[in-house]
């Protein structure tokens, strides 16, 4: 399976913007499919994560501003980015965890400025 990230971008603090995670093939709804970012200098950590039949998951520091979506039909994940701040900045990874794999999309870089 191969993930393509794209959507970052440079955006003022409060404003908004759209990730896409494009998968190479159909994924099922049941399998968990997430965001992550890293920013510099600092380590990979958790942003949003979605399955079917269960509420999404939200890293604290993101619950209520950000939106964690996915068509299957498109086999597409989303995640829109709502009054970003200068902290979000990193570069953003979606990730598919099948069969006890996990697969990584190339990263798209966001950056917010204030």
């Known amino acids: 399976v191969q993930l393509q990230a794209s959507g970052g971008g440079l955006v003022q603090a409060g404003g908004s913007l759209r990730l896409s995670c494009a998968a190479s093939?159909?994924?099922?709804?049941?399998?968990?499919m997430g965001w992550y970012r890293q920013a510099p200098g600092k380590q990979r950590e958790f942003v949003a994560s979605?399955?079917?039949?269960?509420?999404?998951n939200y890293a604290d520091s993101v619950q209520g501003r950000f939106i964690i979506s996915r068509d299957n039909a498109k086999n597409t994940l989303y995640l829109q980015m709502n009054s970003l701040q200068p902290d979000d900045t990193a570069v953003y990874y979606c990730k598919l965890n099948y069969q006890s794999v996990n697969y990584w999309g190339q990263g798209t870089m966001v950056t917010v400025s204030s």
């Open positions: 093939r159909t994924i099922h709804s049941s399998l968990v």
């Open positions: 979605i399955r079917s039949g269960r509420d999404p």
